[in-house]
Each structure stands twice: as structure tokens, then as C-alpha cells.
């Protein structure tokens, strides 16, 4: 997809603060430093549009973006992020929550798995809760550039093995890179889709 226009709309800390728009919603989530701004980044070909950092938990809000005018892209806070306090977790659990509860313009949640890491329990959970929930859901590996192609493939594998205990069938999964931009158009082509129906 062509980006021509991507705008930062602002930061919210409840989501019964933010704009209601009619325009469909995708948001994006995962633990803290799987790479969810560099993709949104990588996806709206802009360098600095969302927030970037080697610090986990950089993004400590509901981070709202309009593209080409037509869609909007929600970056989520990470969750899992142990060196914030446990009253800040809380509050971060529950903006999720409401966000991804009450946002009546939501139409996808991506959530972000790290490819170099074994499945990873919190991950695990999550998706379940957003299974148990019917929240519309797509996984999308992030940091594939960063594996040979045996390590990416076993890793993948191990992923999916633990999703089927819990599945009968798998959320749909996007390998992605925001190095060499892999995946980007499986995203957009999942977007459009979405937005199909």
C-alpha cells in the first residue's frame, strides 16, 4: 500500500478519552521491545512517526495515527514489562482491556511475538484472553532478520506447536522484518481484507 499521508493524532491514557472516529481501527500490541513502533514505522514508510526505543516500555499510552486519511493504526503499550511498578501494570492491563473492549471502531489486533525467543507464556496467555474474547486477531513474528533461516523455521514451528494445544485453528501468522520489510504487504493485504468484510 502507498502511504501518502500518515498523521499522529495524540496519546490518550483511557480509552474513553480518545476521538470516536467512523474510520475502521487497527491496532498493535505485544510485550515491551518486540519492535511495535518500528513496524508501524516500517508499514507507514516513516522513519519517526511512531516513537522508537532500546528501552522497553517506551510506549505508556494508547498511540493513535490516521493513514491516507482513511484508517486509523492504534500502537498499544507493551504488557510484560517487569521494571515498572506493579500499579503501573495494573493500569496498563486495564487501558488494554477497555481499549480493546469498548473501541467500537476496532477492527484487528495484531499482536507482535519475537521470533528469537521460544513461545513465550505471557504471549500465550494473551492470545487466549483474545480468543476467550473474540477479539479479531492476527500474530505477526517480528525480528525474522535476525535468524538463520533453520533457527527462524524451528522457532516458528515451536510456536504454532504450543498455539494448537489451546486452537483448533490457528490465528492466521505474518513473518516480518522491519530491517528488510518483510511482511509488509501480507499486513496491508490483512488490512484490506479486513476492511472487506
Known amino acids: 500500500m502507498k502511504i501518502d499521508k500518515a498523521d499522529f493524532l495524540g496519546s490518550w491514557e483511557r480509552c474513553m478519552d480518545m476521538p470516536h472516529a467512523e474510520q475502521p481501527e487497527f491496532a498493535f500490541i505485544g510485550r515491551s521491545n518486540v519492535g511495535k513502533s518500528s513496524l508501524i514505522n516500517m508499514l507507514c514508510d516513516r522513519k519517526g ?3 522508537t526505543s532500546s528501552t522497553p516500555g517506551k510506549t505508556q499510552t494508547l498511540n493513535l ?5 482513511q484508517l486509523q ?4 503499550p507493551g504488557y510484560g ?7 503501573t501494570r495494573e493500569k496498563f492491563g486495564k487501558m488494554i482491556g477497555y481499549y480493546l473492549k469498548d473501541r467500537p471502531n ?7 511475538l519475537d521470533l528469537r525467543l521460544p513461545p513465550q507464556a505471557i504471549d500465550l496467555d494473551f492470545i487466549a484472553d483474545c480468543g476467550e474474547n473474540q477479539i479479531p486477531m492476527v500474530l505477526i513474528g517480528t525480528k525474522a532478520d535476525k535468524l538463520k533461516a533453520s533457527a527462524l523455521e524451528e522457532n516458528i514451528r515451536a510456536i504454532q506447536s504450543k498455539l494448537q494445544e489451546m486452537w483448533e485453528e490457528l490465528p492466521p501468522l505474518i513473518i516480518s522484518s522491519s530491517e528488510d520489510k518483510r511482511g509488509r504487504d501480507e499486513v496491508w493485504e490483512t488490512i484490506k481484507n479486513a476492511l472487506a468484510h
Do not use: E, W
Open 81 to 87: 514489562y517487569a521494571k515498572v511498578s506493579k500499579k
Open 106 to 112: 476496532l477492527h484487528c489486533l495484531f499482536v507482535l
Open 49 to 51: 512517526l511512531a516513537k
Open 65 to 69: 495515527f490516521r493513514i491516507n486519511g
Open 73 to 76: 493504526i492504534c500502537d498499544l
